[in-house]
């Protein structure tokens, strides 16, 4: 199974980045995804989720409000916009175990490789 994120980058604190992950149609279609991320020194945190509809997202209190998670039956989407620099990390997406999606990466059963966001100030 693979999941390849795309779409991370350097940018100032204020603009926009949209990520996208592809998975296999077969792997997710019926499955919830959902994004984390993890910053230097840190350990890997919940950004945002969403069923395997598309529907009921949930996210982090931190990016609620600045971040959309959107999919299709077999990609992941994360618009970021007003991006800060404590949004700085190497962002996930993984499939979830169950339908829905979930905030405990516990709850995921397949990860991708990371994609590096940076935003200075």
């Known amino acids: 199974v693979q999941l390849q994120a795309s779409g991370g980058g350097s940018v100032q604190a204020g603009q926009s980045l949209r990520l996208s992950c592809a998975t296999s149609r077969r792997t997710s279609s019926n499955n919830g995804l959902g994004w984390f991320r993890q910053a230097p020194g840190k350990e890997r945190e919940f950004v945002a989720a969403?069923?395997?509809?598309?529907?009921s997202p949930i996210y982090a209190s931190s990016v609620k409000d600045r971040f959309t998670i959107s999919r299709d039956s077999a990609t992941a989407y994360l618009q970021m916009n007003s991006l800060k620099p404590e949004d700085t990390a190497v962002y996930y997406c993984a499939v979830a175990r169950s339908a829905t999606g979930a905030s405990r990466p516990e709850d995921y059963i397949y990860w991708g490789q990371g994609t590096l966001v940076t935003v200075s100030s």
């Open positions: 969403i069923n395997w509809r598309g529907g």
